[in-house]
């Protein structure tokens, strides 16, 4: 969970690279929707504070014809604020690739040479990345709860300093 937590600490610190289409949910869940919203059919995967992460029972594991693993759903005081899907494979990239284009435009690509692309708006900021081990994830991060949970952590930081 921490390592979620650094990469989205990263995400939000990015500016809007260009005007796109941004998403105001993931697979039919609003940003800033509650947990307790949702009903059954969530199971806890991890937690670590204020954070928590969920899978949906019988989640559609694809995305067109490409093979995921089931989606993380990540939660901050109980509001939804990002997404994780992970992938296997050159093939599943490339068919990832092609719907994340077709939704989203190019994206921006900061060195040709590695697969990682972003979409980075006013309150949305998409990740796809594939790497030499022939992993690959797509990260969804809703700006106003991870600002929130940024600022939230420096405060604990700021708090913590007399234990030193």
Do not use: H
Not at 8 to 31: M, Q, T, V, Y
Not at 50 to 67: E, F, P, W
Request: charged letters at 20%; one cysteine or more.
């Amino acid at each position: 969970m921490k390592r979620i937590a650094c990469f989205f600490l990263l995400l939000a610190s990015c500016a809007p690279a260009f005007a796109w289409n941004e998403p105001d949910s993931f697979r039919g869940i609003k940003w800033g929707t509650d947990i307790a919203a949702l009903g059954t059919g969530w199971v806890e995967t991890e937690r670590d504070g204020s954070n928590a992460a969920y899978k949906r029972i019988g989640d559609q594991l694809n995305i067109g014809t490409a093979a995921i693993g089931p989606p993380a759903y990540v939660f901050y005081k109980g509001r939804f604020y990002a997404a994780i899907v992970t992938f296997r494979s050159l093939s599943n990239f490339q068919k990832i690739k092609d719907t994340v284009f077709s939704a989203y435009g190019p994206g921006v690509q900061y060195n040709r040479y590695i697969e990682r692309f972003l979409w980075s708006g006013t309150t949305v900021t998409v990740l796809l990345t594939f790497d030499s081990l022939k992993m690959g994830s797509l990260y969804y991060q809703y700006g106003p709860i991870a600002k929130q949970r940024e600022a939230d952590s420096k405060e604990a930081g700021q708090m913590a300093v007399g234990d030193l």
